[in-house]
């Protein structure tokens, strides 16, 4: 049995996206600021600057 989402060919990621923004927009105007505010998402990336010392390279 596969879901409906899948079957229409998008990943569960986009799915739930899409479910989200027609749940924001449906809301009422005092909770939707709130809840536009709370889908903002920040992702702060780091790169190490060494390599690890536990991984062992094979040549």
Do not use: D, N
Request: net charge positive.
């Amino acid at each position: 049995m596969v879901a409906y989402w899948r079957q229409a060919g998008l990943s569960y990621i986009r799915f739930s996206a899409i479910c989200a923004s027609a749940v924001r927009a449906a809301l009422k105007p005092q909770f939707k600021t709130e809840a536009l505010k709370a889908a903002e998402t920040s992702v702060k990336v780091l790169k190490p600057k060494t390599a690890c010392k536990f991984i062992v390279y094979h040549k």
